[in-house]
């Protein structure tokens, strides 16, 4: 069960930056942080990018330095309107993740950064079909989420990060395997490699076919 402190962190823009930047501290400040999930892709100017649930635009602001041609998707309207504001060189799309509004093969890359914690397990499920789907062949669906701690001293700010400002879709998450539910899915993880004591993964998975 999350506390008061969540529903105030999407209220509130502050609060959730400074959290998110704080949080961030442990792979090196939030700049590092929003770009763990691009490092190493190739990654052009005419790529076309798709931030998925891509919320106030925090990561989208990384993506539009890459490519001219950036999607930001978002169910929340609020989460939309700032990210219009904070990042205008994206374009935007309201609509859920798990039903979205493109066609097949459409994007080169795919990216979402710690929003699959906050889904369903079927919700989850039916997301990593619609990233395949909306993807070309040899696209790239690349993520940041949380991971269950390899490094003890890691456990506790986990755990109470969660307790604070999650609910219990955050704790399946980390149970679960992210990599073995890619694949079922079509996808060829490529690398997955943790950060911040294992509390973090960054998963880049192709799309083959």
């Not at 979402?112 to 669906?141: C, D, K, W």
Request: hydrophobic share 40%; proline share 4%; glycine share 6%.
């Amino acid at each position: 069960m999350a506390t008061i402190l969540r529903d105030w962190s999407y209220q509130y823009q502050w609060l959730y930056d400074g959290f998110s930047r704080l949080a961030a501290l442990s792979v090196g400040g939030e700049r590092r942080f929003r770009q763990l999930a691009l490092e190493g892709l190739p990654i052009a100017p005419e790529t076309t990018m798709l931030d998925l649930c891509c919320g106030s635009g925090q990561a989208t602001k990384f993506l539009v330095e890459r490519s001219r041609h950036v999607t930001g998707l978002d169910a929340s309207p609020l989460s939309l309107k700032r990210a219009r504001k904070n990042v205008p060189q994206a374009d935007y799309v309201e609509a859920f993740a798990e039903a979205m509004p493109f066609s097949d093969n459409h994007f080169d890359v795919v990216h979402t950064s710690v929003a699959l914690h906050e889904m369903e397990p079927q919700q989850l499920q039916q997301i990593l079909r619609e990233v395949h789907r909306v993807l070309r062949p040899n696209g790239y669906f690349t993520l940041v989420d949380f991971h269950k701690p390899t490094n003890l001293l890691f456990v506790t700010g986990l755990t109470l990060f969660l307790l604070l400002f999650e609910t219990q879709t955050a704790w399946t998450l980390i149970r679960s395997d992210l990599t073995a539910l890619l694949e079922n899915v079509g996808f060829q993880v490529d690398q997955q490699t943790l950060h911040a004591g294992g509390s973090l993964q960054v998963i880049q998975a192709k799309k083959l076919s």
